[in-house]
């Protein structure tokens, strides 16, 4: 089951974190896109075989620290099939490093359509009665604006081949409020009446830890509206975006943790890809150690969080 995997990692690496590889070009040092954009291929392959190496070099630094990494699939979809087969390609590779991967796409539709979403991140595909994984991520983030036609298919993937999903709750950007926090007629939030259903909805894929693979988005920007999450959603695991370049810090991130020190995992992106360029470590690494300074920034942020949490 995959939160049970997931808790297992997390415990092993002593740390709740999830490193984000959402790689815009100009993250990637420039000395590895000439290195690529040198050869006499088309621009979009370049590109995506220099994220490629960006990638796996920074997984080689920190895959014995993080237990996870969240692919946000918009910055490879924006460089066509070389872009797909780049992301296709880190998914393998995290996962031969023993990191748990989540596909990041926030996908949703109804009926075949999101049935066809499900089987190509979770589940698999059938070719003349042939079965076979497309993506094969651990786990996938999910609208839930459809209703449960839209989410149905996502669970019964989730039981079938072991996979979970994270179902957006309360998203870190500013204007989240605009649908999220408008009160119904019962006086509820949305983002709350969408908690309450993701506890239903998760209900009947509960692992040995009483975590639910079905999870919840929660930002770690809205630190007080995650603490009343964490009572309607008591089993369910956050995915917490937010952490670091957008502006929530450790003791913000906290609030979405159980008092057992589990039921959260912390995503962080651009302050872990873009390390060797910040103010913090810009004395100690240039571009070419962007790996360590990666890897610093990691240590670093599991550090706070495991104070924050004490």
């Given at each position: 089951m995959f939160v049970d995997k997931l808790i297992e990692k997390i415990k092993e690496k002593k740390n709740p974190t999830v490193a984000g590889l959402d790689p815009k070009l100009e993250y990637v040092p420039e000395f590895v896109m000439k290195k690529f954009l040198?050869?006499?291929?088309?621009?979009?392959?370049?590109?995506?075989?220099?994220?490629?190496?960006?990638?796996?070099?920074?997984?080689?630094?920190?895959?014995d620290l993080v237990p996870a990494v969240k692919l946000q699939l918009a910055y490879y979809e924006m460089?066509?099939?070389?872009?797909?087969?780049?992301?296709m390609n880190t998914i393998r590779y995290?996962?031969?490093?023993?990191?748990?991967?989540?596909?990041?796409?926030?996908?949703?539709?109804?009926?075949?359509?999101?049935?066809?979403?499900?089987?190509?991140?979770?589940?698999?595909?059938?070719?003349d009665k042939i079965k076979s994984p497309v993506f094969d991520a651990d786990a996938l983030t999910v609208n839930p604006y459809l209703g449960f036609d839209g989410i149905k298919p996502f669970l019964d993937d989730c039981k079938n081949y072991g996979k979970g999903i994270f179902i957006l709750?309360?998203?870190?950007?500013?204007?989240?409020?605009?649908?999220?926090?408008?009160?119904?007629?019962?006086?509820?939030?949305?983002?709350?009446?969408?908690?309450?259903?993701?506890?239903?909805?998760?209900?009947?894929?509960?692992?040995?830890?009483?975590?639910?693979?079905?999870?919840?988005?929660v930002g770690a920007t809205y630190p007080k509206e995650a603490q009343a999450l964490r009572k309607i959603m008591n089993n369910s695991y956050f995915l917490?975006?937010?952490?670091?370049?957008?502006?929530?810090?450790?003791?913000?991130?906290?609030?979405?943790?159980?008092?057992d020190g589990l039921g959260a995992i912390v995503n962080a992106s651009r302050s872990i890809m873009c390390a060797y360029k910040s103010e913090k470590w810009k004395n100690l690494y240039d571009e070419h150690s962007f790996a360590s300074a990666a890897r610093a920034e990691v240590i670093d942020m599991r550090d706070k969080l495991r104070d924050a949490l004490n």
């Amino acid at each position: 089951m995959f939160v049970d995997k997931l808790i297992e990692k997390i415990k092993e690496k002593k740390n709740p974190t999830v490193a984000g590889l959402d790689p815009k070009l100009e993250y990637v040092p420039e000395f590895v896109m000439k290195k690529f954009l040198q050869k006499s291929e088309p621009v979009l392959k370049a590109a995506s075989e220099a994220i490629y190496e960006f990638n796996t070099v920074i997984i080689d630094s920190i895959y014995d620290l993080v237990p996870a990494v969240k692919l946000q699939l918009a910055y490879y979809e924006m460089y066509g099939h070389y872009g797909m087969e780049c992301f296709m390609n880190t998914i393998r590779y995290a996962k031969e490093k023993g990191l748990i991967v989540i596909a990041d796409g926030k996908r949703n539709d109804i009926g075949s359509t999101v049935e066809a979403y499900s089987s190509a991140y979770l589940g698999e595909v059938s070719v003349d009665k042939i079965k076979s994984p497309v993506f094969d991520a651990d786990a996938l983030t999910v609208n839930p604006y459809l209703g449960f036609d839209g989410i149905k298919p996502f669970l019964d993937d989730c039981k079938n081949y072991g996979k979970g999903i994270f179902i957006l709750v309360k998203t870190s950007n500013k204007s989240s409020n605009q649908l999220q926090d408008i009160k119904t007629q019962d006086g509820k939030l949305i983002y709350e009446l969408v908690a309450e259903y993701v506890k239903e909805w998760g209900s009947s894929i509960t692992g040995k830890y009483g975590y639910s693979s079905i999870g919840a988005v929660v930002g770690a920007t809205y630190p007080k509206e995650a603490q009343a999450l964490r009572k309607i959603m008591n089993n369910s695991y956050f995915l917490v975006p937010g952490y670091g370049a957008q502006g929530g810090t450790a003791k913000d991130a906290a609030a979405n943790f159980n008092s057992d020190g589990l039921g959260a995992i912390v995503n962080a992106s651009r302050s872990i890809m873009c390390a060797y360029k910040s103010e913090k470590w810009k004395n100690l690494y240039d571009e070419h150690s962007f790996a360590s300074a990666a890897r610093a920034e990691v240590i670093d942020m599991r550090d706070k969080l495991r104070d924050a949490l004490n």
